[in-house]
């Protein structure tokens, strides 16, 4: 998709990403005519708001999750590139966080395996098998995060000269490359346990664990720590040891899969 659109720099990258929804949206909407999932003639038709209110509600609440993250991240991008004005600050973060998402990505599969699997296990066989299930998840989650980050520490004097030749960008990105590859071990039950709150329908006690580590974030960034990069690498490994630690205590003490509860 992106091919005719190659020398428009960021203008064609974004054509590019809309023709590419675009095209997405229609095989999708195709396919699930073709299987007689969706009826084109009901689609324009206004439904009830008994039928659609679980969707509207849990839809609000994961809304509210989204804008609260974006609130948090805008935050810490807009410190960093008030901090420096040669750029070097902003570029070593933005490199920073390219590395970072890479293992974000594979937390993101626990996340969807854990939003799918659980609910799936409690509707086959009930609330002892579904927590079984989360339990492995949790596990599995955790390894998955100290493999990343060690993989990552392990990596760093490798990719960072793949994204940049700046000596002074280089070594702005030491210190807060290790610090992001610590947070890949909280991020092991930090996504396990979206995941697992996503599949049981339990988004309002999301989005509050979200909205705690935000406010954490946010005050860090905000004090005399969010004056420095590493300050603000800081911030976020707050945000996320806060949401992971409020998550793991909902699942164990509070959620539908409690035992406390049952």
């Not at 609440?61 to 004005?85: C, E, G, K, Y």
């Not at 339990?135 to 995060?145: N, T, Y």
Request: charged share 10%.
């Amino acid at each position: 998709i992106g091919l005719p659109f190659k020398g428009l720099g960021v203008t064609g990258a974004a054509v590019a990403t809309a023709a590419a929804e675009f095209l997405s949206g229609g095989v999708y909407v195709r396919l699930l005519i073709k299987r007689n999932l969706l009826q084109f003639s009901r689609m324009f038709k206004i439904p009830s708001y008994n039928s659609i209110k679980t969707i509207v509600q849990g839809g609000s609440a994961m809304l509210l999750f989204q804008l609260v993250l974006n609130i948090a991240f805008l935050t810490a991008s807009r410190r960093v590139q008030a901090m420096d004005p040669t750029g070097v600050a902003a570029a070593a973060y933005g490199i920073v966080m390219q590395i970072y998402s890479l293992g974000v990505v594979c937390h993101l599969g626990i996340k969807a395996t854990a939003a799918t699997l659980v609910p799936s296990e409690r509707t086959k066989n009930g609330d002892d098998a579904a927590r079984k299930m989360a339990d492995k998840l949790f596990v599995w989650g955790s390894i998955l995060g100290l493999i990343l980050g060690v993989a990552q520490i392990q990596l760093l004097p490798w990719l960072v000269p793949m994204f940049t030749t700046v000596p002074e960008v280089r070594e702005a990105i030491k210190i807060p490359g290790l610090i992001s590859a610590f947070i890949h071990f909280v991020n092991g039950p930090l996504f396990a346990g979206e995941g697992v709150m996503v599949g049981l329908g339990t988004f309002k006690a999301l989005t509050s664990c979200t909205i705690i580590g935000t406010s954490i974030m946010v005050s860090c960034i905000c004090s005399p720590l969010g004056k420095s990069l590493n300050g603000v690498l800081f911030s976020l490994a707050a945000f996320n040891f806060v949401q992971a630690a409020s998550m793991v205590f909902h699942y164990l003490k509070m959620g539908p899969l409690s035992k406390k509860r049952q």
